[in-house]
């Protein structure tokens, strides 16, 4: 299974793609971050990141793409820009016949780290470790991307993946697993 | 100058056609609205919207989109909603090298009725008398719709059009005028 994980934001937009293996094992394809200059058109940079994604999706055809629930404490701009992303990722996706699942932050923090409260270093270090990287991939935006599509593989295995469903424990099990799975030579 | 309003919305997309005359009279072209039940996936909504969207552009091929800016009192959840349908109304037109400008309600209703603070029907009227329709137009995101349309025909007309600016008065001289012309027999 190959997913495409999308952090949106609109100056800086996510994006990571994966390879579930056996055993729960997870293989980095790539990741990288679509950027527009703030001071662009919104027109412009809405259609710049849907040019993007667009080759993203046609590049690496994933299974499925996973995209952040917009971060609720954010103020109102901000909102409005990330869920502005959000529109056009799911869009790209749905124009495709790709299926889309939304993940909450604290969903993909609990996947990928084991807790729902984990601060964003400790999930950006669990993200190298889980795909067997030298270091954290940078900017915090492609990190964050690989989190999410990582933790969509572990929440499809563990059946708990569909939107609006949440269930730590499952995703808690996988990620318990894949945690022994890394520390095997 | 033919105008496309569209007042975004996930449950109910306000869609309306305007083509200005001499004398800043304003026509009706068409007006409607996209409609996607609450139950069904963001996907699946976002795509219904967004083809309807495609339909209308390639109908009507307008010179200017108008969409009309998230209102700041909302709660988050339909923030959220309306701007996802926001960036995929922005999206349909950028890809189609059709300028968009976003209006906010206040300008809207300034442009309008003459006043920023006009109550929803005050400037439902006011878009039945400008356009010579026997009735207001329905639902509500319908008559919000052809306002945009109107709003954005009477901004460019005053030059204050772009996004980012505002300029009621001029606004308000283009609707002064425009008031008188609908009063002509």
Known sequence: ????????????????????LSSRRV??????VSRTPPDAALADRLLHIATEL?????????????????????????????????????????????????????????????????DKAQVQAMVARILGLPEV???ADAADALALAICHVWRAAAGTAAPGTSGPTAAQRAWAEAERATRRP
Request: hydrophobic share 45%.
């Open 54 to 118: 667009d080759d993203w999706l046609d590049r690496y055809r994933p299974d499925a793409v996973a995209v952040e629930q917009v971060f609720a404490q954010r103020n109102l701009h901000t909102v409005m820009g990330t869920s502005q992303v959000m529109g056009v990722a799911i869009l790209a996706a749905a124009r495709r016949g790709i299926p889309v699942a939304v993940h909450t932050p604290t969903e993909v923090k609990a996947a990928v780290s084991g807790s729902g409260r984990a």
């Open 1 to 20: 299974m190959r997913v495409l994980g999308v952090d949106p934001g609109l100056t800086r937009c996510g994006l990571g793609v994966v390879d579930s």
């Open 27 to 32: 293989a980095l394809v790539d990741v990288g």
């Open 137 to 139: 991939p940078k900017p």
